[in-house]
């Protein structure tokens, strides 16, 4: 394998508290040195000057819809594979609301299998915590965990009977893997297509009580007195989630919680005019819940970024809001979103931001022992070199993902990967040397 020199970056790594200019060598896969002087080497270089050297991003909520019987291919591994290494993102967990769903070890397997296939970014499935994510008998815990799977989830539904929840708990605990939970009391939520309120009344719209989340999630927490599992809340959207994961963190609890890049930076007014783009689960909420968000963010009570990527074809978004399919493809436009957020917000800086996206998720899903998510002498080679002020106008029709459903197209953003590289490989690159020099539209995945 060649080796690379990435010369000249601001080099960030949160897990180690590193920030300083300087030169990062990558030798069969790894990464050989990390030096503040200018490394001697007639290897191929990428000048990194302006840009940022992160350890490679990780997303630890994604939908790539595979395997799927169904023949709709909303994405494939490989698809959403090029969409992650394309918006920086190095490792990615992948969600089990597939057809068949990820509950036996042959499904983990072949997702691995097909993953490593795809060659780009690193896919570690989650498997259910529920045969066929109903809710009712309780998954194979311990053979999932060691067959491979990074976390256990009936992601898209919450785990409703509490008897079935406190098993899944006790077991993910005896497996030391982590639940991650979709907080949604289903029996509040029938018939709901968004938020609660006058705006969900005057549109004729089945309104998603923000109690919903809360009362999923404070159970949990309850259940997980006694057991200690790691437990983590995905994509929280109400002010009264951050207050419930304080309670339990200050307890001592081993939660964690994440924010998305949408419940960050929209509010229930985007579903005006029955906009279908902003139809997503749980729902956009209001600019109080933003605003607790992002103190919960601030706090340190939040302490992951992941998108829930959520692809789907054209038409289940174009039809009426009732009828259409919740989600938004978030892993090309999530770092300038979050950077918009948080940064030009006020909340984080780069390296406290870029921790939320790397060591942080890699502690949550188990895979820090692999090296994941932090910049180390000997350690694998997965490295984001970002621009952090490039401008771009996010355009879906230009995304390597086959999702073109998202709320976001035609904002200008500022902010992305220009190379992205895992294992000492360049799995993605933008065309051209530089981000800020007339950078044409089209990236390539190599
Ligand atoms: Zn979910």
Redesign the pocket.
């Known amino acids: 394998m060649t080796d690379l020199l990435l010369t000249g970056g601001r080099i960030i790594d949160p897990a180690s508290e590193l920030d300083h200019t300087g030169d990062v060598l990558v030798r069969d896969g790894v990464i050989a040195a990390i030096s503040a002087e200018p490394i001697a080497t007639d290897a191929p270089s990428i000048d990194c000057e302006g840009f940022i050297v992160s350890p490679g991003l990780l997303d630890i ?1 994604v939908h790539f819809r595979d395997p799927d019987t169904t023949g709709h291919h909303e994405e494939t591994i490989a698809t959403g594979a090029a969409a992650a290494v394309a918006g920086g993102f190095t490792t990615v967990c992948c ?1 089990p609301n597939t057809t068949p769903a990820i509950d036996c070890r042959t499904v983990v397997e072949s997702i691995l299998y097909r993953g490593a296939q795809a060659g780009l970014a690193r896919v570690f499935p989650v498997a259910c915590g529920t045969i066929a994510r109903k809710g009712e008998t309780v998954a194979p815990i311990l053979e999932l965990v060691e067959a491979g799977a990074a976390a256990i989830s009936d ?2 539904d919450g785990i409703a009977d509490s008897g079935t929840m406190k098993r899944i708990l006790s077991l993910v605990a005896a497996a030391d893997s982590v639940f991650m939970q ?1 907080c ?1 009391d289903p029996t509040l939520t029938r018939g709901a297509a968004m938020n609660a309120g006058p705006l969900a009344t005057r549109l004729g719209l089945g309104g998603w009580p923000r109690e919903a989340e809360e009362i999923m999630l404070r159970r949990d927490l309850v259940l997980n007195r006694s057991i200690g599992a790691r437990y983590h809340a ?2 929280l959207s109400v002010a009264e989630s951050v207050d419930a994961l304080r309670d339990a963190r200050v307890e001592g609890q081993p939660a964690t919680g994440e924010a998305s890049p949408h419940h960050l930076l929209l509010t229930e007014e985007t579903c005006d005019d029955w906009n279908t783009l902003a139809k997503v ?2 729902p956009l909420r209001t600019a109080n819940d933003v605003d607790a968000i992002k103190r919960g963010i601030a706090e340190g009570i939040i302490t992951v970024l992941a998108t ?1 990527h959520a692809p789907h074809p054209a038409h289940t978004k174009d039809t009426d809001f009732a009828s259409a399919a919740f989600g938004m493809v978030g892993l090309e436009c999530a770092l300038p979103l979050y950077r918009e957020a948080l940064i030009d917000g006020g909340v984080l800086d780069w390296p406290a931001m870029l921790r939320m996206m790397t060591c942080e998720p890699a502690s949550v899903a188990g895979l820090a022992h692999l090296g994941l998510g932090r910049l180390e002498t000997g350690g694998p080679a997965d490295i984001t070199v970002i621009d952090p002020d490039a401008a771009w106008t996010i355009d879906p029709e230009v995304f390597h993902s086959r999702g073109r459903n998202c709320p976001f197209t035609g904002r200008p953003v500022r902010g992305r990967a220009v190379a992205t590289i895992v294992a000492g490989r360049i799995r993605y690159q933008r065309a051209g040397d530089r981000a800020d020099s007339a950078i044409e539209d089209r990236a390539e995945v190599r």
């Open positions: 909520h969600m992601d898209g979709h949604q995905q994509h689960n749980p829930d």
